[in-house]
């Protein structure tokens, strides 16, 4: 079944398990600066090789890594001024005078890091290099400051990154909802609309047989309405039902009609055994079946026919609910239709399948009015 719910996980999940744990935000951090550590440090390490020198690999990665990872504890300083001074909204000159000075500040923080790092490990261990702080982190301050430039740009542009995408995912999280929404509300109208109408009908039916004293056939009624309105109602929540489920019901809704009608009526099935456990929208059948009783056949003395197909179709499945009444007129379009039913399932397959559909109504070849539903061939996840 269509799950309305999946892309409250997606979004609540992308968007906040990092804040609601702040060890898998931490990991995250580290991991990421020491994977780029990694991938600084290698290049070297196999130069260092290829000419011969004998620099251990433990301290060449252990000083690559932990340089590196120096910029983790100064990350959520970055990403903080990235957001109260963003340089995507607003005033950017008057932000850049923020982000410079603490860019400058920051990356002295780091080259101190670094230094005390390289002193540690030397890594290379060469003659003429300073062994006291103060040379060597000036030294590295003034030579790493566009390489830290690039590293405060680049973090500030992941956070903005992020931030877009998190955006993106609530609006088509809140999208998905409305259109969540939409569709619930069409089938509770649909629902409404079935409900009184039809039960007023049956009712009326029900008393007219009483007063013939056809008791058997008005407790069938009664039985058999009972077991319609007990299976709408177990499966009121769900948007897609599988078509056993859903010719189920109609049938339980035709047996009903087949009563009022007595020999009137006859229902003719043809559903492809490969379809019964496809997906279908809530209550599809119903609105058009009673479509065609109510304007194809319910107008006439005649014997009325409905039959109902399913088959599949490349990947797809058709639906086809065809009368054999009066047909449509020859001017007839469903946009300026006043009937309920129709615009109601139009527009609820638009919110289920988008364009990846087709709803179409027009008269059969002999005669009667024929409705054709293409919608994509799905099962059931438990399936």
Known sequence: MQNFESPIYTYEAEAGLLQRSPLLKWTAIVCAWAFLGVVYAAPIYLEVRGEQMSHPAWRVFGWGILSWVAWAPLTPIMVWLARRYSLVDGDLGRRLIVHFPAFLFLSALHSAAATV??????????????????PRFLGRLQGSFAADLLIYGAVLGVCYAIDYYRKFREREYMATQLEAQLAQAQLDSLRMQLHPHFLFNTLN???????????????????????????????????????????????LYLNIQQMRFSDRLQIDFDIEQSTLKALVPNLLLQPLVENAIRHGIGGSTDEGSIKICSHRENGSMLITVSDNGAGLPSNWQLKSSTGIGLANTAARLQQLYGENHRFDIHNGDANGVAVEIVIPMRTSVRD
Do not use: Y
């Open 205 to 251: 039916g029900i008393v007219g047989l009483v007063r013939d004293k056809k008791n058997e056939t008005a407790v069938n009624m009664l039985v058999g309405l009972s077991d319609l309105l007990r299976h709408a109602l177990e499966h009121s929540d769900r948007q897609e039902v599988e078509l056993k489920e859903e010719l189920s019901f109609i049938k």
């Open 117 to 134: 790092i390289t002193l540690t490990l030397q890594p290379f261990e060469m003659a003429n290099s300073p062994t006291t702080f103060w």
